[in-house]
Nanobody, 125 residues
Framework: QVQLVESGGGLVQAGGSLRLSCVAS????????MGWFRQAPGKEREFVAA????????YYADSVKGRFTISRDNAKNTLYLQMNSLKPEDTAVYYC??????????????????WGQGTQVTVSS
């Protein structure tokens, strides 16, 4: 079992920055790729970013590319999402997730087996 706990969300003005953290307990995350998703009110959960085991490869949704940076510290069992130049359309609950060992893709919710409870990010205009 893996428990994932996100933190770092909050209210920020457009153009501002936030850094989300996701701490894992129960099992190490160093053996799995990890990802961030988000879900806005009335919308489906969508892929934001993913990172490989070592952190050497990263993937981003087009909507956040160039503004968000995913990273990880395996020694601390922690995943991060640095969000810069935030826009009102980034408002959502953000979730971290552990990718399935057998998954061949990274951008679908079904690619992930463990999820955190989410942290709210609200960007005001």
């Amino acid at each position: 079992q893996v428990q994932l706990v996100e933190s770092g969300g909050g209210l920020v003005q457009a153009g501002g920055s936030l850094r989300l953290s996701c701490v894992a307990s129960g099992r190490t995350i160093s053996s799995r790729s990890m990802g961030w998703f988000r879900q806005a009110p009335g919308k489906e959960r969508e892929f934001v970013a993913a990172i490989s085991l070592s952190g050497g490869s990263t993937y981003y949704a087009d909507s956040v590319k160039g503004r968000f940076t995913i990273s990880r510290d395996n020694a601390k069992n922690t995943l991060y999402l640095q969000m810069n130049s935030l826009k009102p359309e980034d408002t959502a609950v953000y979730y971290c997730a552990r990718r399935r060992l057998s998954s061949g893709t990274y951008q679908y919710s079904a690619d992930y087996d463990y999820w955190g409870q989410g942290t709210q990010v609200t960007v005001s205009s």
